[in-house]
């Protein structure tokens, strides 16, 4: 038997690699380097990795190939934007996540003066959550471009394992941080459990794992099409998980409270962006010729999604949990675009993820400063006359919460009205009816914070605003610049995004 070497073009690897590389070169760090050490170099490594990363993309934007790694990945428009939105993501949240505090707050019962204290809070500095970081990041960039089954598993669980580490990363403050990871790596294991089954039908059905030949089998319509919508129906199940759409959002919001607040943050944007920019390629790619078969049933999870996110987040009083419901949400608009099966609803999908990860990124930011002797402080009713106290502070996640509304001159308004557009002109009117109505029953909890920031009273209980670090700051000022600028004038990217937005099937 005659042994092939594997053909691989470096260049249009090269992002993925370099990130790996990364976290290789972290790794080695966290076992041989001096704990003093540690955080400064896996920061300079970490930032240094995506940083590279996004460069050597940028080089290779305008290539397009199907045989970058014999034919296991798509390289195209698509999914060059995908993967520069999570690397760009990416930084942002590793600013946040540098923020050690978030990771070893102590409790106050501990004794000893405030140079003790912290002395002892370096000491625990859980410094491995970089290397975790850049694994995720190979994942996430592998995700959208994978176009065969296998590949799209092994990426799948590149990126999910890290998340499960890091979700339990605040073990030493509470152990809501612990059952957050357990849930999510108990609920994962089910879903990518469902994922390989959905494999093995599309297999039985086409003879094959590429999308290209589960295509061109539904279009000869060659196989047993029970098959076929089992695996549909099995491979949805592995992907709405990771997005958390209803009914495989169960894990969603106890793993957003429980996970450390800047894990949280990258978890919501960068995910979001891998998972669906997979479900766009193998809907719009292998399942495009078969949409009479899935398109009912993802109609009635969108709607069902949005509606649910929605009316559920009214009733909460813990601003994570009320975030992670607002994601539910967010992930029912985002399936409009996928049901639209059209140009426009993948350009209105890929500028609705940018423009939802990096008001995510900031909004978590802002929680990450509100606290108290203990740590944060995530009880809605703590934050009452937060405007008062730090008007600065509570302006700008007032201003977040405008754009998860879709208020004008927020890039959510942009998004919305586009990704709706594109549900009009594909014929889904009930998905747009039901997006418009869920609009605004979330503006009224997002609003309902507003008031109780600036129209309430603060209460003496402890709680204030830390003054924030550089990188918080700066994580902050970027993500709120780049909401503004998209809700004021979404040309440049909108323009950039329909001239590059496209799939090779």
Request: no cysteine; hydrophobic share 55%.
């Amino acid at each position: 038997m005659n042994f092939t070497a594997p053909v691989l073009n470096y260049a249009l690897l090269a992002p993925m690699l370099i990130v790996l590389a990364g976290a290789l070169v972290g790794v080695l760090i966290e076992a041989f380097a001096p704990r003093a050490s540690r955080h400064n170099s896996q920061l300079f490594v970490t930032i240094a990795s995506l940083v590279i990363a996004l460069s050597a993309l940028l080089r290779v934007r305008k290539q397009v190939s199907v045989s970058a790694a014999m034919g296991s990945i798509t390289f195209d428009g698509a999914g060059v934007l995908f993967q520069a939105s999570i690397l760009v993501i990416a930084i942002l949240s590793v600013f946040l996540i540098a923020d050690q505090e978030n990771f070893t707050a102590l409790p106050a019962a501990v004794p000893g003066s405030d140079e003790e204290r912290h002395s002892l809070q370096t000491d625990m500095r859980v410094t491995e959550v970089y290397p975790l970081t850049l694994f995720a990041v190979a994942g996430m960039l592998l995700f959208p471009l994978s176009s065969d089954l296998i590949t799209l598993f092994v990426a799948l669980e590149m990126l999910s394992l890290p998340l499960y580490l890091m979700a339990g990363l605040s073990r030493r403050r509470r152990l809501l941080s612990q059952e957050a990871a357990l849930k999510y790596f108990l609920l994962g294991a089910f879903s990518s459990a469902f994922f390989l089954f959905g494999v093995a039908y599309l297999y039985g059905y086409s003879g094959s794992i590429t999308f290209s030949g589960i295509q061109a089998s539904i279009v000869g319509g060659s196989g047993n099409d029970v098959f076929l919508l089992l695996g549909i129906a099995f491979i949805s199940v592995g992907l709405l998980f990771k997005v958390g759409a209803v009914p495989f959002h169960a894990w969603s919001p106890d793993v957003y409270q429980g996970a450390p607040t800047a894990i949280t943050g990258f978890m919501a944007a960068a995910t979001k962006v891998a998972a669906f920019g997979a479900i766009l390629r193998i809907f719009y790619v292998a399942f495009a010729n078969a949409e009479w078969q899935w398109k009912p049933a993802l109609i009635l999870i969108s709607i069902v999604t949005m509606v649910f996110g929605s009316v559920v987040a009214i009733s909460q009083r813990d601003v994570k949990r009320m975030l992670a419901y607002s994601s539910i949400a967010h992930a029912g608009f985002l399936l409009a675009g996928v049901i639209a099966l059209s140009k426009s609803g993948l350009e209105a999908s890929i500028f609705y993820l940018f423009a939802y990860g990096i008001a995510t990124v900031g909004a978590f930011g802002i929680v990450t400063l509100v606290r108290d002797s203990a740590g944060e402080v995530t009880d809605l009713n703590r934050w009452s006359g937060l405007g008062k106290r730090s008007p600065l502070i509570a302006s700008a996640f007032a201003f977040f919460l405008l754009a998860f509304a879709g208020i004008p001159l927020t890039s959510g308004f942009i998004g919305k009205f586009s990704i709706f557009s594109a549900a009009y002109e594909s014929g889904s009117t009930a998905v747009l009816i039901a997006g418009v109505l869920s609009s605004a029953i979330a503006a009224f909890f997002y609003i309902r914070v507003i008031v109780l920031m600036f129209f309430k009273d603060p209460v003496e209980d402890g709680t204030s605003v830390v003054i924030p670090s550089g990188l918080t700051t700066t994580t902050i000022a970027v993500t709120s610049v780049i909401t503004l600028v998209l809700g004021i004038y979404p040309a440049p990217l909108i323009n950039f995004i329909a001239s590059s937005a496209f799939f090779i099937r």
